[in-house]
């Protein structure tokens, strides 16, 4: 989504519609109130959620912060990985009439690129355009980003530790309940080591995923493109071996009649 925003354009995007819009927001009150509308607004128009706050144009958040009466600064208190958000997701997803997107979708879209876009299209930007643009259509939220990525953690985290003993970790962060994360069950040194070695197995994962992906378009890319050529080609032969067997017939009729006169 841009950032910039002129008056007109701000105003009929970003302006609560008192019979639908503002009917949601009667049981909210501060930062969640003010929240929940920005996330509402944001997904009409752009059929997704914000993946963090700052992509939401600040014109939008003063202008929209005016509306619900809540000061624009309680948009820095939200809360971005609590339960009030995902149901905050969940009741705005419910009222357009989308899903979640699935395994099932992503393999879908997977092929769809493979055998329509990609071949035909390069850029990056444009193939994620389409792919939002399809799932819009077809009412289903577009799949979200890794948001691994954006923990940060360094690629040789656990250079020194052998893979086995990663894995462990990471499984047994997997089984745990998030209460016995806390403290007192368990210290600090424990919950941090098990959650880093759960994202960064989860990123590797995701990487060899994307890689994967990548292969398989390739391959079925080059596969349409070898069959493509394989077909030019032997037309293409076809014609030569046309236009040989035409010039070996003109040739032996100037040799039969080297005045140049064909027999009538």
């Known amino acids: 989504m841009r950032l910039d925003w002129e008056p007109e354009d701000l105003i009929e995007v970003w302006t609560l519609l008192e019979d639908d819009d503002m009917k949601r927001l009667r049981n909210k009150s501060g930062a969640n109130r003010l929240g929940f509308a920005l996330l509402l607004k944001f ?3 752009e059929a997704r959620f914000p993946e963090t706050a700052e992509e939401v144009p600040q014109a939008a958040v003063a202008y929209v912060a005016q509306q619900v009466k809540v000061p624009a600064e ?3 208190a939200y809360d971005w990985g609590g339960r009030t958000i995902k149901r905050h997701r969940m009741e705005i997803r419910e009222g357009f009439g989308f899903r979640e997107n699935s395994e099932d979708d992503q393999a879908t879209l997977a092929e769809w690129l493979s055998t329509e876009l990609c071949p035909v299209e390069l850029s990056r930007e444009r193939l ?8 819009r259509n077809d009412r289903i939220e577009p799949p979200a980003p890794g ?8 690629a040789d985290l656990f250079a020194d530790v052998s893979e086995k003993l990663v894995d462990s970790w990471r499984a047994r962060a997997s089984k745990e309940y998030p209460a016995d994360l806390l403290p007192p069950r368990m210290k600090p040194e424990m919950r941090w080591t098990l959650l880093s070695a759960l994202c960064h197995v989860r990123e590797a994962e995701i990487t060899d995923s994307l890689v994967d992906l990548f292969i398989q378009l390739v391959l ?3 596969t349409r493109a070898e069959k493509k050529v394989d077909k030019e080609f032997t037309n293409e032969l076809k014609k030569v071996r046309g236009k040989d067997a035409m010039m070996l017939r003109v040739a032996e009729a100037a040799l039969a009649e080297p005045s140049g006169r064909c027999a009538g």
Do not use: D, K, M, T
């Not at 994620?128 to 799932?135: I, L, P, T």
């Not at 948001?147 to 360094?154: D, I, K, P, T, Y």
């Open 220 to 222: 079925r890319i080059n």
């Open 74 to 76: 309680e948009w820095a």
């Open 128 to 135: 994620a355009e389409a792919v939002v643009a399809r799932c």
């Open 43 to 45: 997904f009409e128009a």
């Open 147 to 154: 948001q691994v990525r954006r923990l940060g953690l360094s």
